[in-house]
C-alpha cells in the first residue's frame, strides 16, 4: 500500500511538472522588439505599449504601499 502512494505520487509530480513546468515562455535578446502588451496604470487607464513607438520607456512594477502583493 505504502509503495502504491508513493508511486501514485510521483507520477502525480512528474503530471504536473509536464502540464505546467513548460509553459513556453519566450526570453527575449537585447535588440529583440518589445512583445505587444497592455496594462493599467494607478488610474486604472490601460495603456498599450504601441501608444510609445519612437519613445524610450520604462516599464516598472511596484505593488500598492500596505498590499501583501
Not at 502525480?12 to 512583445?35: E, M, Q, R, Y
Not at 505587444?36 to 488610474?43: A, I, P, R, S
Request: charged share 20%.
Amino acid at each position: 500500500m505504502k509503495l502504491m502512494l508513493i508511486i501514485i505520487a510521483i507520477a502525480v509530480i512528474v503530471t504536473v511538472t509536464l502540464v505546467f513546468g513548460f509553459s513556453g515562455n519566450i526570453v527575449l535578446k537585447v535588440g529583440d522588439p518589445a512583445p505587444y502588451f497592455e496594462l493599467k496604470d494607478q488610474n486604472d487607464e490601460t495603456r498599450r505599449l504601441s501608444d510609445y513607438t519612437g519613445k524610450r520607456l520604462v516599464v516598472y512594477f511596484f505593488p500598492m504601499a500596505d498590499t501583501p502583493g
